[in-house]
């Protein structure tokens, strides 16, 4: 059964850079079928898509965030992380990482369904002085 | 753009709920997803591909529509199904982007 967690500071000063890491286990996030997101809900709010990691080296990330976004794996650690510059206190939310829902249809073939079945427990980040 | 109507929805356990999603431009593929929410849960998968139930989601949610129109029913409101729901969209810049949601709350 795949977990993810997430883990890293709760609190962030301004201008700095918001860095998290998710610790994958039960699965490979070299295994190059899935692709591992992240996702933030800022307090009271919906669901905003950050940007993802696939085959442990392709990203792929939200216009609205791109320019202040990094994704990176870590395969020997089996860890993807996050890192977001020049915070703001706009910036404070749950932090999630995800993973994709994938089909398999026999003979090695599979598909992502664009959906995302499993989910950490999220973390706070406060970004304040 | 994704838009959810309606914004809170008042009813009875046991009652039906009806949900709408509508898309600002078709849904590429159909890939329209459902999830619930809890306080201070993560969402949790029930509908994928805009009709198919994710696994361990009992069959009382039931997801439909194609385009840019989709509905999430269900039948017979348990306790345990008050909550908030969230429609998702896959696109192509960004590439998921999420509706604002709708909270079912008891009446």
């Known amino acids: 059964q795949v977990h993810l967690q997430e883990s890293g500071p709760g609190l962030v000063q301004p201008s700095q850079t918001l860095s998290l890491t998710c610790t994958v286990s039960?699965?490979?996030?070299?295994?190059?079928?899935?692709?591992w997101s992240w996702i933030r809900q800022h307090p009271g709010k919906g669901l905003e898509w950050i940007g993802y990691?696939?085959?442990?080296?392709?990203?792929h990330y939200n216009p609205s965030l791109k320019s202040r976004v990094t994704i990176s794996g870590d395969t020997a650690k089996n860890q993807f992380s996050l890192r977001l510059s020049s915070v703001t206190a706009a910036d404070t939310a749950v932090y999630y990482c995800?993973?994709?829902?994938?089909?398999?249809?026999?003979?090695?073939?599979?598909?992502?369904?664009?959906?995302?079945?499993?989910w950490g427990q999220g973390t706070m980040v406060t970004v304040s002085s | 753009v994704l838009t959810q109507s309606p914004g809170t929805l008042s009813l009875s356990p046991g009652e039906r709920a009806t949900l709408s999603c509508r898309a600002s431009?078709?849904?590429?593929?159909?890939?329209l997803a459902w999830y619930q929410q809890k306080p201070g849960q993560p969402p949790r998968l029930l509908i994928y591909?805009?009709?198919s139930r994710a696994a361990g989601i009992p069959d009382r949610f039931n997801g439909s529509g194609s385009g840019t129109d989709f509905t999430l029913t269900i039948n017979r409101l348990d306790p345990e199904d008050f909550a908030v729901y969230y429609c998702?969209?896959?696109?192509?810049?960004?590439?998921?982007?999420f509706g604002p949601g709708t909270k079912i709350e008891i009446k």
């Open positions: 995800a993973r994709d829902l994938v089909k398999y249809y026999g003979s090695g073939s599979y598909s992502s369904m664009a959906a995302f079945d499993i």
């Open positions: 039960g699965g490979s996030i070299s295994s190059g079928d899935h692709n």
């Open positions: 990691l696939y085959n442990s080296g392709t990203t």
């Open positions: 431009q078709n849904v590429l593929s159909n890939y």
């Open positions: 591909s805009a009709s």
């Open positions: 998702q969209q896959y696109g192509s810049s960004p590439r998921f982007t």
